[in-house]
């Protein structure tokens, strides 16, 4: 806070001195000396400002129009959206989770420009921007959650971003947020542990990023939600965090340390923010819980505080304090379950909710850009990659616009594939027929088919797929023998049909094939088992795919291959089956570590097929399989993080089951299942009724 006084008090003095040299300027002078010395004034005055807006971390023009002087102190994400080189414009970065790569988008106008900044200390989870009095570009700072390293990136303008410290906290960290703690102008870190402790790291400028040790102890393992705030504006930084199912607040109190608050112990949780709510001048203060009440302490000046309360009836995650709408008073901006939502500040009747903003259940981090009623916002969504700018529009509209890839969906290959190939909105077809070397294409043309054959290529295909290899949004196609391993990449040329731009050969016998984004850089690999297990091919784009070996070795032959994100971390994992064999495997993908397996035993014999889907309605997707041998349909229970349990038997006397699909069949908000056998020409509904459990009823 002392920062900030600092900068207020300033920023008055700038404006007043520039005021004084305009209205000089307006009189008239006897010479053209003296209307140079009035010039020369002027430009003392800008210098003066932009001295104050290095030392502030913005620019001249948003020092001058108070933009975000009461700024959010800045949680660590795996996207940061920041002004790194103080070009007036937001610049992204992000990290590509599990493989240590930091992808940096630099702003200009308009336009993108991505780079890679080389990294090779560890894997970080964390990043963030900090400032330093010492520096005019801001830096970056990384962080690895599990170990507690951590790096600090200097930004040298052209010469771009290098290591220049490293460190190590000697314990894993739940929750880390930047903040100038100590007020001596420089942004340091603030973390909480797994042992139980609120630590710091003092940014020491030149001298980079020195452990502090603890500031509050004798806390439970799970500290999260920290919040720096001078609650009670005494001038230094107060400390908000959860522990052991608590919201909780301790003051700091100097030599004396920190002293919990007794009016803040709740079992909900709660963000705090100051800001000039009611447009008069003075600085108010503003709880927000975590059920959405919202209570606003108004200061009055000399005449003490009112309260004002608002309920948004909603969940809330992350929020902020913004004028979204350019009218001068502050709104709240804030992430839901259901996506990201603002309130707009009506004065005394308090926040009233406006529509939501962007839908979407896994907002990470958002940030907003630009002034008056022009203002954008920037987001990141976890399990993707690139980001997202929600376009200002003018009259509150906001368009969805993305920049970066996604995490590519894993495609499972078929004889014949349906798509829309010619991009017109209808669902077309492309199929091999027969044992030939050429693809047939069927355009629907609302429901006028027209057939035509593609490029022949070089060996029959039996599989097909679409695919991206070129990311500009136009599927392409991809495809395989899959006996022989060759396969072919075909460029999509719209009216002018597939060109080949890419073949080549992988290992043989490249059965139950996959495209999945396996190394998470925004492009779809090819995972694929053969004679000696599951084994994967790196997509070079239009360079082919190069094969890179093994995941996991299996005497038996493999039965059925999946890729899913099993665990919602952001990385495909695999499930397969192997022949005559009742055991689940489940290859958990931990970044640049590789796979962890799993083995869940479904207790029947075999698994002859399977549907992923989420069966119990928990957030988590389960595992429904057919055993043929045992005559029954039974599931394996995903428990997030824990892993896969037996979900038990839901239906069984169904003779000679190897067939399922799994689908709300009744509309009544659940999932029903379809199990069929191909020897008996038998087929059931199994009915979920909830509580009663799974019902067969025999179709035919």
Known sequence: MAKQKLIE?????????????????KKPSPSKWGFLVKLNLISKCIL??????????????????GFNLTADTNKLSSTKFADFDRDGYIDVANITKGTGLISYYEKNWNEFKKETIPFANFSPDLISQVSSNSKYFKDLLLLQKNSGKFALLSQNGSEGFVTQDTGSLNASVNDAIIG???????????????????????????????????????????????????????????????????????????????????????SEDYHFHQGDVNNDGYNDSMTVSAGGQISVSKSQGTEGFSTQNSNLQTSIDKSVLNDLDGDGKLDLIYTTPQGLAWAKNEGSDGFIVQQTLHAGSSIETFEISGYGNKKDIYLAESGKLGFGVLKNNGSENFELQSHGNELASPQSLAPSIAFDIDGDGDTDLASVPGNTNYIEIHKNKSLNWQTSSSTTLPFNPDSLAPIDYDSDGEDDLFALNQTTGEYAILHNRGSEGFEVVSSGSINSHAK????????????????????????????????????????????????????????????????????????????????????????????????????????DGDGYEDIVFASSSDSAVGYLKNNGSDGFVPGGTLATGISQVDQIKVADLDLDNDLDIVAASAQNDESYWIKNSGSDGFIPHQLG
């Open 48 to 65: 003066s400002f932009e001295k104050l807006a290095v030392f502030a971390g913005l620019s001249v023009s948003q020092l001058v129009t």
């Open 512 to 615: 139950h094939a996959v495209l999945a984004d396996i190394d998470a850089d925004g492009d779809q690999d090819l995972v694929y088992a053969n004679s000696a297990g599951l084994a994967w091919a790196r997509n070079e784009n239009s360079d082919g795919f190069t094969v890179q070996g093994s995941i996991a070795s299996e005497s038996s032959e493999i039965a059925s291959l999946e890729v899913r994100n099993f665990d919602q971390d952001g990385d495909h994992d695999l499930f397969y089956s192997t022949k005559g064999s009742g055991i689940a495997n489940i290859l958990k993908k931990r970044g640049t570590d590789g796979f962890v397996a799993q083995e869940s035993d479904s207790g029947l014999s075999s698994i002859e097929d399977f549907e992923i889907s989420d069966l």
């Open 180 to 266: 100038d703690f100590d007020q001596d102008g420089d942004d340091d870190l603030v973390y909480g542990s797994s042992n139980g402790a609120i630590g710091w790291v003092k940014n020491d400028g030149t001298e980079g990023f020195i452990p502090q040790g603890s500031l509050i102890s004798g806390l439970n393992s799970d500290v999260s939600s920290i919040d720096l705030i001078d609650y009670d504006s005494d001038g230094d930084t107060d400390i908000k965090f959860k522990s052991g199912g608590l919201a909780q607040l301790q003051q700091n109190n100097g030599s004396e340390g920190f002293i919990p608050n007794s009016n803040y112990n709740s």
């Open 9 to 25: 008090l300033n920023r008055g003095k700038c404006i007043a001195s520039l005021l004084c040299a305009l209205l000089n300027l």
